[in-house]
């Protein structure tokens, strides 16, 4: 089991460049078209329910990535 705190770290870095690499391409894009601000509001709230979705899913598979390895996390 001492691979797992590996293996999460790596995923949460590579998760972070990632995220980071986007939102900085994001933006330059951004200030090089000058959308208008219908476009501007309409791909930030695309973008925020993708982060709720991916949020939601993410909290599914923890629980049953915990459960595949018998953690118990039912509450008392």
Known sequence: MDWV???FVVFKALVFCT???YAIKWHYD???SK???RTVLRTSAILGAMFV???VGMVFATFAFAKWLGID???P
Do not use: H, S, T
């Open 5 to 7: 705190p590996v293996v």
């Open 19 to 21: 995220g980071m690499f």
């Open 30 to 32: 951004q200030e090089k």
């Open 35 to 37: 959308k208008d601000m």
């Open 53 to 55: 979705l991916l949020a």
């Open 73 to 75: 996390l039912n509450f």
